[in-house]
């Protein structure tokens, strides 16, 4: 715990990592948090910061911020394969942790990372920024009520379109390794990653040893090395399966979903919204509840101002981990025959394409992912025609 305000370097402020500087902000101006410094290659955006530009420091890289800018916390929202060396110089710092999904391109990496912060006795939250929603909680307290019977299996839906420019838009796009090494970037381990981590953490498999084994099949549409069109079962100890449906090559983007598949009823969780339905025999309509979620950043305020519980440690990922470990180990992805993908050109009027340029569409690639995760089974076991 310190006694001045947590003093927060954020690293990576464009994108997604825009959203972190906007979160700061909000601390800082109900009295929580101190934005002290950002970090980034390219220029800083004058309207970013707003009204605390002036007592904020600016640097190109995180190293230079980590080492000079006399932080408590440090934000991480850069490149994966950066993800564990700068860590480590936070943790050496003294420095607590913030890190972007997925936590380490490896489950070595992810091994000394969670080391590093014991270590270092600092804090390493992950930021699978789902896992704070109360959401996962009274899902896990329908189950264990008994509102669904026994369950079957769990499932991650995720059916997004991504356009031909996201796979060229950085050097690791796409990519399963660069310059030697490993990136594991694709639809399974990085846009589409909350959806499995929240599946996981709803059937309470969060650590590395209640994953018993992962049964990939992994697809590609564009012309990249990862996998863009997949599904997967993940064997659970002493507890249902999960089976995940993840693409990037769907003809618009639908809401993702954790589903629970049980002998008596069936739970739709949607993790965005942190809308929980529950659809009972017979019912015509779901029973329906919102929950409140609670922010990563500011969770991490909160443990170190006043020592409030972490939501996501990074230990509480190794399952993630055992998934991302079995994509980067396992064959590149399939390419998907021509006559199964069809090029779409944008049309932003219509708000079912993507506005930045042509995607690619897999061929019944909803129906097929929602089988997966209704049955319980890949794309090649239940016989997609362009499965292997």
């Given at each position: 715990m310190t006694t001045r305000l947590p003093r927060v370097g954020i690293a990576g402020i464009h994108g997604h990592g825009a959203s972190h500087v906007r979160t700061a902000l909000e601390l800082v101006r109900d009295g929580r948090a101190e934005l002290a410094?950002?970090?980034?290659?390219?220029?800083?955006?004058?309207?970013?910061?707003?009204?605390?530009?002036?007592g904020v420091a600016v640097f190109t890289g995180a190293e230079a911020m980590i080492a000079e800018a006399d932080l408590d916390i440090v934000v991480l929202s850069t490149p994966m394969h950066t993800h564990?060396?700068?860590?480590?110089?936070?943790?050496?710092?003294?420095?607590?942790?913030?890190?972007?999904?997925?936590?380490?391109?490896?489950?070595?990496?992810?091994?000394?990372?969670?080391?590093a912060g014991l270590a270092a006795d600092r804090a390493v939250q992950i930021g699978f920024q789902s896992l704070g929603s109360a959401?996962?909680?009274?899902?896990?307290?329908?189950?264990?009520?008994?509102?669904?019977?026994?369950?079957?299996?769990?499932?991650?839906?995720?059916?997004w379109l991504r356009s031909e420019a996201?796979?060229?838009?950085?050097?690791?796009?796409?990519?399963r390794t660069l310059d030697g090494?490993?990136?594991?970037?694709?639809?399974?381990?990085?846009?589409?990653?909350?959806?499995?981590?929240t599946a996981l953490a709803i059937a309470g498999a969060t650590g590395e040893s209640d994953v018993s084994a992962v049964r990939l099949?992994?697809?590609?549409?564009?012309?990249?090395?990862?996998?863009?069109?997949?599904?997967?079962?993940?064997?659970?100890?002493?507890?249902?399966?999960?089976?995940?449906?993840?693409?990037?090559?769907?003809?618009?983007?639908s809401e993702p979903a954790v589903t629970v598949e049980g002998t008596a009823g069936r739970i739709v969780y949607w993790y965005t919204l942190d809308l929980v339905q529950l659809f009972e025999p017979g019912a015509a309509?779901?029973?329906?509840?919102?929950?409140?979620?609670?922010?990563?950043?500011?969770?991490?305020?909160?443990?170190?101002?006043?020592?409030?519980?972490?939501l996501v440690p990074a230990a509480s990922t190794g399952g993630f981990m055992r998934v991302l470990e079995a994509v980067r180990m396992a064959p590149a992805p399939t390419p998907i025959a021509a006559e199964y993908v069809a090029r779409v050109d944008s049309d932003a009027g219509t708000g079912a394409v993507a506005p930045d340029g042509p995607?690619?569409?897999?061929?019944?690639?909803?129906?097929?992912?929602?089988?997966?995760?209704?049955?319980?089974?890949?794309?090649?076991?239940?016989?997609?025609?362009?499965?292997?």
């Open positions: 410094a950002v970090a980034d290659p390219r220029p800083t955006e004058a309207d970013l910061l707003g009204g605390a530009a002036a564990l060396p700068l860590s480590r110089a936070a943790l050496d710092a003294g420095v607590h942790v913030l890190l972007e999904k997925p936590p380490t391109p490896t489950l070595a990496d992810f091994r000394e990372l969670v080391a959401g996962i909680a009274a899902v896990r307290d329908l189950v264990a009520a008994g509102a669904v019977g026994e369950v079957r299996h769990y499932g991650a839906l995720g059916t996201y796979w060229t838009r950085a050097a690791w796009a796409g990519r090494l490993p990136v594991v970037d694709g639809a399974v381990t990085n846009p589409l990653a909350h959806a499995t981590a099949d992994l697809y590609r549409a564009n012309d990249i090395e990862a996998d863009d069109t997949s599904s997967l079962v993940v064997e659970l100890v002493d507890r249902p399966p999960v089976a995940a449906a993840l693409s990037l090559t769907a003809p618009r983007r309509i779901p029973i329906t509840s919102v929950h409140a979620r609670t922010g990563l950043l500011a969770n991490l305020v909160d443990h170190v101002a006043a020592g409030a519980p972490l995607h690619r569409v897999v061929d019944g690639i909803e129906a097929w992912s929602e089988r997966v995760v209704r049955e319980g089974r890949t794309f090649a076991e239940l016989g997609a025609p362009w499965a292997r």
